[in-house]
């Protein structure tokens, strides 16, 4: 097996070569095989000599960096997950996981077969099955990579690899102040003007009101009804903008202010904020989530990340500051990469008190901290339970102790609380492509079905909220459960700095947030952001023609798409058209292409002439006066089934890489296992789990870590006494050589 050193540059002509590495046994001439198949004795001496590679002598091993992949070995990547290695132990007893088993390139070796098998057969299958993996290869040489990754390879190779972050950043600068530049949230719509009206009067309002009334006055005009951390916000923005011009901030007197320099001022603050919380949060997801990652490819997720539509256009166009509570998020989950639980806790804390939208991800984050409390065991495990519970609770405490006694009466908290959740709105208020709209449309009135008993339906989006996220909840405290420490020894301390469950948390937080968008109760349009952040993070790390790309980008596509009426409304059509055509280009995702390869493909380019037919209808047809919201109501009949499928994809996937992680209930991995080690049998008490000892950076070299081979430790997985399936073509070799034996003894007698 050739090993190639990190810092070699290939070519496109030598593409094929480096990926063409790693050789198969079974790869030799045909000619052989009739020879090998005649001599009974040398078909037992080979036979022999490939059991003492795969059982006696030392593993196959190769120093970092991995190989790209082998050609027989699926085409989806899951490297940028930072999911550690196994314990051979636990390699071995583990049952096949969905993901292999729904793989693009499956084995032609019948995992079950009575068949007589000789090795001609499995060298055609061989052969025909490495044509096959060459084909897909090629054809992925001949796709379109993107803009984003064909700029930072041309950066890289003229020596310009410094200057890549700060000019990715500088140009999505520079197209959110184009984006700006256009008209906003209720623009020249008096009396109660937009979004743009209210982020300007609760600056005015924080300035000249006293605290104690902050969540109580005149609540009829844009009152304040986000939690205590926007207020401050909007209190520092506030003093700075009225240094400057006091009367942008006159108390009801600068009521529907439009003035160009406090456009000019509100637009600065919000890529100020995005700027020194959101930005940096991407740089340190990229340096921590892909830290095994080459250079070109961390940088590429970075401007994927930086450049992303639907946020941009809600932020920069529309007018809110959804950056910095999405910033908090990203900042917490790289903590929690990094094995800080309490920075992210506190980070986390941060965005929940920034907008209570964040609760989407509360039952990923907290069914991941208390998941690793459960693998780090009851000792190690109550610490750390007892130390987040004290920062978390602290964390709140701080940040509403203006609203509490003795700063406050009890009233004040009360009513604080009353204005964060306003359940008293109803179930939905615009056209929003969720679950309850949709029905609405299609199934029956809910708002009439239920006049008069709003706590019914309150009580039953609840209850589908919370069946939606069950199954990422469920996985991740199971996964803390199956890969839990069994040995108290504190010799290693990396072992409570990660867990192995980590991978699941960007699936866990796409589950939970598109469950609370699709299922619960007051869902606005722009809520879909939170949705599509961890989506995108998982399409940053992915190529094209791979199911997490294809599902990333199809899935940003028709979030925008669904926020098109409240941007047609904010006149933003053009930056719209201008931002979606902008990124598919950027990350290379065409949605002109026809493509019946795959479910995704299909059901994207389905969609994808859909959309663009009710574009073409709107931009022709006026609506009819009897239903003048014809196309928000066909904008939510297009999109809510496309969210629907992603949040089952993002289930279906959480389960796979689950299964790969810690098995399930009934697996290979629930049972017992007891293994050899220095010619001794261990008990299960005294055996400590190599999986918590070794980083979830990845297979790195400078970590002092190697990789074995895939097709050594696809071959051992059925040697020791595990209830994992043991590769086909060893079984095959097993069976011609007990063929043989029973011939040689025959011949003997």
Same mark, same amino acid.
């Given at each position: 097996m050739e090993v190639v050193p990190e810092d070699v540059e290939y070519s496109e002509t030598h593409r094929q070569n480096y990926r063409d590495r790693t050789t198969s046994l079974n790869s030799m001439p045909q000619g052989s095989t009739a020879n090998f198949r005649n001599s009974t004795l040398r078909l037992r001496n080979s036979i022999a000599s490939m059991k003492g590679i795969t059982s006696d002598a030392e593993p196959a091993e190769i120093v970092s960096p991995v190989p790209r992949r082998h050609v027989l070995h699926p085409s989806e990547? @899951?490297?940028?997950?930072? $999911?550690?290695? &196994?314990?051979?132990?636990?390699? %071995?007893?583990?049952?096949?996981?969905?993901?292999?088993?729904?793989?693009?390139?499956?084995?032609? &070796? +019948?995992?079950?077969?009575?068949?007589?098998?000789?090795?001609?057969? @499995?060298?055609?299958?061989?052969? !025909?099955?490495? $044509?096959?993996?060459? =084909?897909?290869? !090629?054809?992925?040489?001949?796709?379109? !990579?993107?803009?984003?990754?064909?700029w930072v390879r041309w950066m890289h190779k003229h020596s310009m690899k410094p200057w890549v972050v700060p000019c990715a950043i500088a140009a999505s600068t520079y197209v959110k102040w184009c984006i700006g530049m256009g008209d906003y949230s209720g623009y020249a719509t008096p009396p109660m003007f937009g979004d743009y009206e209210a982020q300007r009067h609760w600056m005015e309002l924080t300035i000249h009101v006293p605290v104690q009334q902050w969540y109580r006055y005149d609540l009829q005009y844009w009152g304040l009804d986000y939690p205590p951390l926007t207020a401050y916000?909007?209190?520092?923005?506030?003093?700075?903008? #009225?240094?400057?011009?006091? #009367?942008?901030?006159?108390?009801?007197?600068? =009521?529907?202010?439009?003035?160009?320099?406090?456009k000019l001022f509100m637009r600065t603050t919000v890529i100020t904020l995005d700027a020194l919380i959101y930005v940096p949060a991407l740089y340190a997801f990229t340096r921590t989530w892909h830290a095994t990652r080459s250079s070109r490819t961390q940088h590429a997720a970075l401007v994927t990340l930086l450049f992303h539509p639907a946020l941009l256009l809600i932020d920069?166009?529309? &007018? %809110? *500051?959804?950056?910095?509570?999405?910033g908090f998020t990203l900042l917490a989950i790289d903590a929690f990469a990094a094995g800080f639980d309490l920075v992210g806790a506190v980070f986390f804390v941060l965005s929940l008190c920034f907008k209570q939208m964040s609760l989407y991800y509360a039952p990923a984050i907290g069914a991941y901290l208390l998941g690793k409390c459960i693998f780090l065991g009851s000792r190690e495990g109550l610490r750390l339970f007892t130390r987040l519970a004290l920062v978390t609770a602290l964390s709140f405490l701080i940040l509403f102790a203006p609203f509490l006694p003795p700063f406050s009466p009890v009233s004040t908290f009360g009513a604080t609380i009353t204005r964060i959740f306003p359940f008293s709105r109803g179930l939905f208020e615009d056209k929003v492509a969720n679950f309850w709209c949709f029905t609405n449309v299609t199934v029956l009135k809910w708002k009439r079905l239920f006049d008069g008993k709003e706590s019914l339906l309150i009580k039953g989006s609840t209850a589908l909220t919370a069946l939606g996220f069950l199954p990422a909840v469920g996985g991740l405290l199971w996964g803390g459960y199956k890969t839990r420490l069994r040995s108290s020894s504190s010799d290693d301390q990396q072992m409570q700095a990660h867990t192995p469950t980590l991978p699941l948390l960007p699936y866990a937080l796409l589950t939970t947030s598109m469950s609370f968008f699709l299922f619960?109760? %007051?869902?606005?349009?722009?809520?879909?952001?939170? +949705?599509?952040?961890?989506?995108?993070?998982?399409?940053?790390?992915?190529?094209?023609?791979?199911?997490?790309? $294809?599902?990333? $980008? &199809?899935g940003n596509i028709v979030g925008v798409f669904s926020m098109w +009426?409240?941007?047609?409304?904010?006149?933003?059509?053009? !930056? *719209?058209?201008a931002m979606l055509l902008l990124w598919c280009r950027l990350i290379g995702y065409n949605p002109f292409r026809v493509q019946f390869n795959s479910f995704v493909n299909l059901l994207s380019t389905v969609v994808n002439i859909s959309m663009i037919l009710l574009h073409l209808l709107e931009l022709a047809v006026p609506p009819p006066a009897r239903y003048p919201d014809l196309f928000p109501v066909l904008?939510?009949?297009? #999109?809510? +089934?496309?969210f629907g499928l992603i949040w089952l994809w993002s289930i279906k996937r959480g389960i796979e890489v689950g299964w790969a992680i810690a098995g399930l209930p009934g697996s290979g991995t629930d049972s017992k296992i007891k293994f050899v080690k220095g010619g001794a049998q261990e008990s299960e008490n005294e055996r400590v789990d190599v999986t918590a000892r070794r980083s979830v950076g990845g297979v790195r070299r400078d970590a002092g870590m190697r990789a074995v081979s895939l097709g050594y430790a696809s071959s051992q997985r059925g040697v020791v006494g595990g209830r994992g399936y043991g590769d086909a073509r060893r079984r095959a070799l097993e069976r011609l050589s007990r063929r043989a034996e029973s011939v040689e003894v025959e011949g003997e007698r």
């Amino acid at each position: 097996m050739e090993v190639v050193p990190e810092d070699v540059e290939y070519s496109e002509t030598h593409r094929q070569n480096y990926r063409d590495r790693t050789t198969s046994l079974n790869s030799m001439p045909q000619g052989s095989t009739a020879n090998f198949r005649n001599s009974t004795l040398r078909l037992r001496n080979s036979i022999a000599s490939m059991k003492g590679i795969t059982s006696d002598a030392e593993p196959a091993e190769i120093v970092s960096p991995v190989p790209r992949r082998h050609v027989l070995h699926p085409s989806e990547s @899951l490297s940028w997950l930072k $999911a550690g290695g &196994f314990s051979d132990v636990n390699w %071995q007893a583990r049952s096949i996981s969905p993901l292999s088993a729904a793989s693009s390139t499956p084995s032609v &070796f +019948p995992l079950n077969s009575s068949a007589r098998l000789s090795f001609s057969v @499995l060298l055609e299958q061989e052969k !025909q099955a490495r $044509a096959t993996a060459l =084909r897909r290869i !090629q054809n992925e040489d001949t796709m379109d !990579q993107g803009a984003v990754k064909r700029w930072v390879r041309w950066m890289h190779k003229h020596s310009m690899k410094p200057w890549v972050v700060p000019c990715a950043i500088a140009a999505s600068t520079y197209v959110k102040w184009c984006i700006g530049m256009g008209d906003y949230s209720g623009y020249a719509t008096p009396p109660m003007f937009g979004d743009y009206e209210a982020q300007r009067h609760w600056m005015e309002l924080t300035i000249h009101v006293p605290v104690q009334q902050w969540y109580r006055y005149d609540l009829q005009y844009w009152g304040l009804d986000y939690p205590p951390l926007t207020a401050y916000a909007s209190w520092i923005c506030g003093k700075i903008g #009225s240094w400057i011009e006091p #009367s942008w901030f006159t108390l009801d007197s600068s =009521r529907g202010m439009e003035s160009p320099g406090n456009k000019l001022f509100m637009r600065t603050t919000v890529i100020t904020l995005d700027a020194l919380i959101y930005v940096p949060a991407l740089y340190a997801f990229t340096r921590t989530w892909h830290a095994t990652r080459s250079s070109r490819t961390q940088h590429a997720a970075l401007v994927t990340l930086l450049f992303h539509p639907a946020l941009l256009l809600i932020d920069f166009g529309h &007018f %809110q *500051y959804n950056s910095v509570m999405l910033g908090f998020t990203l900042l917490a989950i790289d903590a929690f990469a990094a094995g800080f639980d309490l920075v992210g806790a506190v980070f986390f804390v941060l965005s929940l008190c920034f907008k209570q939208m964040s609760l989407y991800y509360a039952p990923a984050i907290g069914a991941y901290l208390l998941g690793k409390c459960i693998f780090l065991g009851s000792r190690e495990g109550l610490r750390l339970f007892t130390r987040l519970a004290l920062v978390t609770a602290l964390s709140f405490l701080i940040l509403f102790a203006p609203f509490l006694p003795p700063f406050s009466p009890v009233s004040t908290f009360g009513a604080t609380i009353t204005r964060i959740f306003p359940f008293s709105r109803g179930l939905f208020e615009d056209k929003v492509a969720n679950f309850w709209c949709f029905t609405n449309v299609t199934v029956l009135k809910w708002k009439r079905l239920f006049d008069g008993k709003e706590s019914l339906l309150i009580k039953g989006s609840t209850a589908l909220t919370a069946l939606g996220f069950l199954p990422a909840v469920g996985g991740l405290l199971w996964g803390g459960y199956k890969t839990r420490l069994r040995s108290s020894s504190s010799d290693d301390q990396q072992m409570q700095a990660h867990t192995p469950t980590l991978p699941l948390l960007p699936y866990a937080l796409l589950t939970t947030s598109m469950s609370f968008f699709l299922f619960s109760f %007051q869902v606005h349009e722009k809520t879909i952001l939170l +949705p599509l952040l961890p989506l995108t993070l998982l399409l940053s790390g992915a190529i094209p023609g791979e199911e997490v790309f $294809a599902w990333g $980008a &199809f899935g940003n596509i028709v979030g925008v798409f669904s926020m098109w +009426p409240l941007l047609k409304k904010d006149g933003l059509g053009v !930056q *719209y058209l201008a931002m979606l055509l902008l990124w598919c280009r950027l990350i290379g995702y065409n949605p002109f292409r026809v493509q019946f390869n795959s479910f995704v493909n299909l059901l994207s380019t389905v969609v994808n002439i859909s959309m663009i037919l009710l574009h073409l209808l709107e931009l022709a047809v006026p609506p009819p006066a009897r239903y003048p919201d014809l196309f928000p109501v066909l904008n939510v009949l297009v #999109s809510t +089934p496309v969210f629907g499928l992603i949040w089952l994809w993002s289930i279906k996937r959480g389960i796979e890489v689950g299964w790969a992680i810690a098995g399930l209930p009934g697996s290979g991995t629930d049972s017992k296992i007891k293994f050899v080690k220095g010619g001794a049998q261990e008990s299960e008490n005294e055996r400590v789990d190599v999986t918590a000892r070794r980083s979830v950076g990845g297979v790195r070299r400078d970590a002092g870590m190697r990789a074995v081979s895939l097709g050594y430790a696809s071959s051992q997985r059925g040697v020791v006494g595990g209830r994992g399936y043991g590769d086909a073509r060893r079984r095959a070799l097993e069976r011609l050589s007990r063929r043989a034996e029973s011939v040689e003894v025959e011949g003997e007698r």
